[in-house]
């Protein structure tokens, strides 16, 4: 089996790092604008030009998504943004429009072009359209079985990738074509303003169409019918790896840098363990699904990979999610005293057990032994968001090592 690409979201320049160091053969990112995360932070120009040396410099390629369904008024800003990256070099745009695909190729046909999931690829004669037009990759629809996915890779060009998403949040339309945020809040989720409505409670009936009845089920704590589980392939990658996949998609670009260090860790060693051999996969499953429920996620689902999903695919009765970890921070470089730079995510306090999160895969356990402030003041806490500080755990840390407190 060919070893797939690990391919992680990065929300802004801090997580792309991080993505980076936890394993990611590939990020992909948005700039700010024509992405479908308009409320993520985002990369400005210069974020992304770090960002791409950055990633470059430890072999790791970077994709830029430009994937809105593009209107009339859009057109002429996607030259100028196109022009923009022609001299930042991404690796790859991510693209679903037609018109803007056809831009790409007429301003920077340099750069690689990869057809969204949006652009909803179900299927082996949409491929090879794509391919004859000049596309590298195409990502395939969450639509799709392991059995359809492979059926795509034997009737495609070898030399054309397939692109799927394992893990992360499941859409409840058509890979991510959604009315529903449009229709509610006006806020259009396929160019990048999406409010999620699908997580919403819903009663029996609409207020502001009274009569017309929705097909809702409820109990006493109403329902949430359009919400589905998270998607988590962690239990089969053996089969991932046999289905011709080049590149296992991570969602997630407006997670923290706690969740995507968690996923791409635990996801790079478990692909890196099952291609050395199945029997030392298997020996440590039990540790893979430890690891990726230590991350904030809604239950988990293997979506339509092994078949239409069912009844016990969605969650109706909340839209809550498990949080096993709270997010405390980053070790930045170390300073002439010897203490370790971080900028503060969550409290933490002095003489508190916290976890350290390695990119190898050990999580070190040690009591915070003391907090200065910047002015060297010693601090009993740090209860200020995004506070620069410097610690001392007792412990040698390595830059982009994660700080997590396990929560009861």
């Not at 690409?5 to 790092?17: G, Q």
């Not at 040396?53 to 390629?61: D, E, L, R």
């Not at 339309?173 to 396929?190: I, P, Q, V």
């Amino acid at each position: 089996m060919k070893k797939p690409e690990l391919l992680v979201p990065a929300s802004n320049l801090e997580v792309l790092k991080i993505a980076v160091t936890f394993g990611a053969d590939a990020v992909y990112i948005g700039g700010e604008v024509y992405g479908l995360r308009a409320k993520a932070k985002n990369f400005s120009k210069q974020d992304m030009i770090e960002g791409i040396t950055f990633a470059h410099n430890h072999g790791v390629k970077v994709y830029v998504t430009a994937n809105i369904l593009a209107h009339n008024d859009d057109l002429e800003g996607v030259r100028e943004y196109f022009t923009e990256l022609k001299e930042v070099k991404p690796d790859a745009l991510i693209i679903s429009d037609p018109g803007i695909f056809t831009i790409a190729q007429e301003i920077c046909p340099e750069i690689e072009v990869h057809i969204s999931t949006q652009a909803n690829n179900t299927n082996y004669g949409t491929y090879n359209f794509w391919h004859k037009l000049g596309a590298k990759r195409v990502v395939s629809a969450r639509e799709l079985s392991l059995n359809e996915i492979k059926g795509l890779r034997d009737n495609i060009p070898d030399d054309l990738e397939i692109e799927t998403f394992i893990h992360g949040a499941m859409c409840i339309s058509y890979s991510g074509r959604c009315l529903l945020s449009n229709y509610f809040t006006g806020r259009d989720a396929n160019q990048g303003a999406c409010t999620h409505p699908c997580r919403w409670k819903y009663a029996v009936v609409e207020e502001q169409r009274p009569g017309e009845y929705l097909p809702v089920y409820e109990n006493e704590r109403g329902t949430y019918i359009f919400n589905s589980k998270d998607l988590c392939m962690i239990e089969h990658i053996p089969e991932l790896l046999d289905s011709g996949i080049d590149s296992f998609k991570i969602e997630g670009r407006m997670k923290t840098a706690l969740y995507v260090a968690t996923v791409a860790r635990t996801y790079r060693i478990a692909i890196d363990d099952c291609l050395k051999s199945r029997e030392l996969y298997d020996s440590k499953l039990d540790w893979y699904k430890e690891q990726i429920a230590a991350c904030t996620y809604r239950q988990f689902t293997t979506g339509f990979f092994f078949g239409k999903p069912h009844e016990e695919s969605q969650i109706y009765d909340n839209n809550t999610y498990n949080v096993g970890y709270t997010y405390l921070g980053i070790v930045g470089p170390k300073n002439s005293q010897g203490f370790f730079e971080i900028e503060q995510r969550n409290k933490f306090s002095v003489g508190e057990t916290i976890e350290i999160m390695k990119p190898n895969g050990d999580n070190i356990n040690v009591v915070v032994r003391q907090i200065i402030d910047e002015d060297g003041n010693n601090m009993e806490s740090c209860p200020h968001p995004q506070q620069k500080l410097f610690i001392d755990l007792g412990v040698e840390l390595d830059q982009f090592d994660i700080l997590r407190r396990e929560e009861e």
